[in-house]
T-cell receptor, first 110, second 112 residues
């Protein structure tokens, strides 16, 4: 069964600290994996897209990793800011179908 | 310019009513989608349209019907609304390949 699981479900960190969000998937065959950020009251916005051959990709303070062998991905946020408070959603594409994770709710406090 | 726009942003209505949500994208994408986000923030696909052809229908009730007058629009019609239909509905679009999904800002539907 194609599934995408994320952990932790929620996370609270102090401003300036780093954090890592996890995504495990069983989707097959694999096309690519995407991380989205969803601010409250807004639609999700793409942060990174990773293909099978990519291990690491950065977008500013966001760094995504992918291990296609173990079917795991992580999103590392460096020097967190208050504006990073949002839900982060992992999405895996197979063929023309997207599979969504349940998301991690991140709260950054001053 | 808003890439994917959906209206209305909020919709409050009574059980049994029929309502529509509109969606337009100006990205030239060939595929549009409707997603339902429940109270636990889980996004579940409802429909997708590629070149006016329905290609995914995730067993949603037939009270929900997508209507695509052209490549840039995918509207969602809902008949005989039920309490369980209360949720946030997101429209999205993408282009085949590595293009990410571009989402609208959602329509919060409340059925009373």
């Amino acid at each position: 069964k194609n599934q995408v699981e994320q952990s932790p479900q929620s996370l609270i960190i102090l401003e300036g600290k780093n954090c890592t969000l996890q995504c495990n998937y069983t989707v097959s065959p694999f096309s690519n994996l995407r991380w989205y950020k969803q601010d409250t009251g807004r639609g999700p916005v793409s942060l990174t897209i990773m293909t099978f051959s990519e291990n690491t990709k950065s977008n500013g303070r966001y760094t995504a990793t992918l291990d296609a062998d173990t079917k795991q991905s992580s999103l590392h946020i460096t020097a967190s800011q208050l504006s990073d408070s949002a839900s982060y959603i992992c999405v895996v594409l197979t063929g023309n179908q997207f599979y969504f994770g349940t998301g991690t709710s991140l709260t950054v406090i001053p | 310019d808003t890439a994917v726009s959906q209206t209305p942003k909020y919709l409050v209505t009574q059980m049994g009513n029929d309502k529509s949500i509109k969606c337009e994208q100006n990205l030239g994408h060939d595929t549009m989608y409707w997603y339902k986000q429940d109270s636990k923030k889980f996004l579940k696909i409802m429909f997708s349209y590629n070149n006016k052809e329905l290609i995914i229908n995730e067993t949603v009730p037939n009270r929900f019907s997508p209507k695509s007058p052209d490549k840039a629009h995918l509207n969602l019609h809902i008949n005989s609304l039920e309490l369980g239909d209360s949720a946030v509905y997101f429209c999205a679009s993408s282009q085949v390949g590595l293009s990410p999904l571009h989402f609208g800002n959602g329509t919060r539907l409340t059925v009373t």
